[in-house]
């Protein structure tokens, strides 16, 4: 048994579900709370901090919605069965809403909200699509009567009575010429639709809107206003020279804005787009010739049936995802887009979910598929050309095919951490799988999945990152909706127990303990429903000789519907921080023997005897070792190893934490294994650090072959 060695070079390649022989050695067997960052190892996920409960009464079927106006207003719209509210996005305030009565039908859904709204922000107007309602036509018909009739434009009259209608026939032999004008004065005729007829939407099938209005009376300087939207109604011509928008007697899969132009995606396949700079119009503005500022109205070229289902904009392509064979269309125009240039091209044929939108991250676009036949869902990443179309989109859970569940609710993109956010619908608690990803020019150096558990809450929501900042809504434990964020920069700290690290507790809130006299206890009261004493923390704060170490709740008990820890006796010096403690783990690998070429050599025996970890900026982790059951036939069975590290040499008897301190270095544990017999792991369950950089290990290994 010669004595040989091997080296992990790191841990960020994430969780592959690949036999453990053809893994990179950067993909490990799993991992839960961790943030697998090329710069800094694998360490702890950040911390879910409360920010608010956005009401009790919120329905966890809410569709929600983000605005980012400016650096200074962020906002969140929940919408539900007669429901419109506003809330700001990064304190949780709720604003003035004023609903139109009448209006608050189209809030009806079919399915759950959250299936069957789409929502996009242009300036100051959010543009609400049910997806259940079918666009119509108004009764209402076009006003005026015709005067008379004439050839051509030089017919007219030299006057005419005041507004006075006539038709100008063109050549008899194509109806498509004729064209109608309305008296202005001697010298102007203005072109006007022809009298009588249906040109006008029925503003309670069309998209509503939500408003932001500007008033000083109200302390905010403004409120919001929900109701139906004034559209433009036929400007020229007649229902054979300007036929109403082919969204008419269809329901509307989505909204979208590209390039000064708000568009409507049919169920049936069409793609309908504004006049340039006019977001109300969707009728030409004359007949008498096609302009570049007309309205665009298309069909999807699809083999049988295909229903739209989400649109994307991207610089100068549209990408829309339906039904059908043929799931990815890009819609371009060259050298600009107009109703003369515009094309649709397919492009792929994978499947896509019908109700998680699509997100944009830099160059690349994701999507998925979790149909429901499926128990698992698949991520793929196209990647977008503005001039070209690229008929592949890379399957980036190809290695782990069984590890994104189906039935999602959510999924969201944080460009800047390089980061995708994938939840699913009805989880028991805050699940969070994420996609973590690196590019450097045109090569992929970093692909890697791991899930994230938010501790003390309910399912996720919604998600939405703005800059490094994710904003997480969750079910709340005393019900409604609870808004968490989550700091997804490189390094930040929590000066209120140290300025070199952060505080990893989920649903982190720093208040002010207050004595009673009275009784003799003290009530820590915060401004959320804590559902147990289970995995809580109450650390002291620099207000205290000792920061970071923690209040000892062994006698505590919750009071106050979960809203306060009362504690005995008094302990009160100052502000302490509250929230759950959430467990990081990451699991290695198998460890193999590999040639020159990287190849695993399955022939041979190794027994791994030591393993030692560099670490950086730990402040406390464990070392499991767990050897398997005797089905695995192994020659002797090693019971189950813990090593455990505190940033101290071993045998001192400063064991437990007191004021924490971050160290780097490295440490030897015992393994004592077969390496098809033993699981090795790293955990850490306190609220304070530890980064892993890597991994070496010494073993024995006799090979059963001469090679």
């Not at 992990?8 to 709370?33: F, H, K, Y």
């Not at 209402?140 to 051509?152: D, M």
């Amino acid at each position: 048994m010669p004595l040989t060695s091997g080296t992990i070079p790191s841990m960020i390649g994430g969780v592959s579900q690949q036999d453990a022989s053809v893994r990179l050695p950067t993909q490990i067997a799993d991992a839960v709370n961790c943030d697998l960052s090329p710069a800094r190892g694998a360490g702890p996920r950040p911390p879910a901090e409360f920010v608010n409960v956005l009401r009790s009464d919120i329905p966890d079927t809410a569709f929600f919605h983000s605005i980012v106006r400016d650096s200074r207003e962020r906002y969140i719209v929940a919408i539900y069965p007669d429901n419109v509210r506003v809330f700001n996005h990064e304190t949780g305030k709720e604003y003035v809403v004023i609903k139109d009565a009448a209006s608050l039908a189209y809030l009806a859904t079919v399915s759950e909200p959250w299936q069957s709204f789409r929502a996009v922000t242009v300036d100051d107007v959010t543009f609400l699509v049910n997806r259940d309602k079918t666009v119509a036509l108004s009764t209402q018909k076009t006003a005026g009567v015709l005067s008379g009739s004439v050839q051509t434009f030089q017919d007219l009259p030299k006057t005419a009575a005041s507004n006075a209608i006539y038709e100008i026939r063109g050549d008899g032999s194509n109806a498509f010429d004729n064209y109608f004008v309305q008296y202005q004065s001697s010298l102007v005729w203005k072109e006007v639709s022809k009298p009588g007829e249906f040109g006008y939407f029925d503003s309670a099938t069309m998209p509503h809107g939500l408003k932001r209005v500007p008033d000083g009376t109200n302390p905010d300087g403004f409120y919001f206003s929900y109701g139906p939207l004034v559209y433009d109604t036929r400007y020229a011509g007649d229902t054979a020279s300007s036929p109403p928008p082919s969204i008419v007697g269809q329901r509307i899969g989505d909204v979208f804005f590209h390039r000064d132009r708000l568009g409507l995606i049919a169920s049936a396949g069409n793609i309908v787009m504004s006049e340039i700079g006019h977001y109300f119009n969707f009728w030409r503005t004359t007949v008498t010739s096609l302009l570049d500022s007309d309205v665009i109205d298309v069909n999807a070229p699809t083999e049988g049936v295909a229903e739209m289902l989400h649109c994307i904009s991207y610089q100068k392509a549209l990408m829309i995802f339906a039904s059908g064979k043929t799931s990815l269309f890009q819609l371009t125009g060259t050298p600009t887009l107009t109703p003369k240039t515009v094309k649709i091209d397919p492009v792929t044929t994978y499947g896509v979910s019908p109700t998680i939108k699509p997100v944009l991250a830099g160059s690349s676009l994701f999507f998925l598929d979790d149909n429901q036949a499926k128990s698992w869902s698949t991520v793929r990443e196209y990647f977008v050309s503005d001039d070209t179309v690229t008929p592949e989109a890379a399957d980036v859970t190809a290695h782990v095919p069984s590890y994104v569940p189906g039935n999602t609710r959510c999924m969201a993109e944080a460009g800047d951490a390089d980061m995708l956010f994938i939840a699913q619908r009805n989880a028991a608690g805050g699940d969070l799988f994420v996609h973590q990803y690196k590019w450097s020019g045109d090569t992929k150096q970093q692909s890697a999945w791991n899930r994230w558990l938010i501790q003390g809450t309910g399912s996720v929501l919604h998600v939405h990152a703005i800059g490094t900042m994710l904003y997480v809504m969750t079910k709340a434990p005393s019900g409604g909706v609870e808004l968490l964020r989550l700091d997804l920069s490189s390094s930040p700290t929590y000066p209120l127990i140290s300025a070199e690290h952060d505080i990893y507790l989920d649903r982190r809130e720093a208040v002010t303990p207050v004595w009673q006299p009275f009784g003799n206890y003290t009530d820590i009261t915060v401004p959320l429903t804590l559902p147990t004493l289970t995995g809580l923390a109450v650390l002291k704060t620099t207000d205290w000789p000792s920061p970071g170490t923690t209040v000892d709740l062994r006698l505590a008990t919750l009071v106050n519907g979960g809203q306060t820890i009362r504690l005995p006796g008094r302990v009160d010096t100052g502000r302490v921080v509250v929230g759950y403690r959430y467990n990081r783990r990451i699991t290695l690998s198998q460890q193999f023997i590999r040639d020159q070429n990287n190849v695993s050599k399955l022939i041979g025996r190794l027994q791994i005897k030591r393993m030692t970890v560099r670490y950086n900026d730990a402040t406390y982790f464990k070392c499991v070792v767990t050897p398997k059951g005797r089905s695995q036939a192994i020659d002797t069975i090693v019971p189950q190893l813990e090593s455990t590290f505190t940033n101290r040499t071993t045998g001192d008897a400063a064991f437990l934490l007191s004021t924490p301190t971050t160290q780097s270095g490295t440490y030897s544990f015992l393994v004592a294994s077969r390496s098809d017999a033993v699981d090795v792991s790293f955990t850490n369950d306190s609220p304070f650090p530890a980064w892993f950089q890597s991994v070496q290990w010494e073993g024995l290994y006799t090979a059963k072959v001469q090679q």
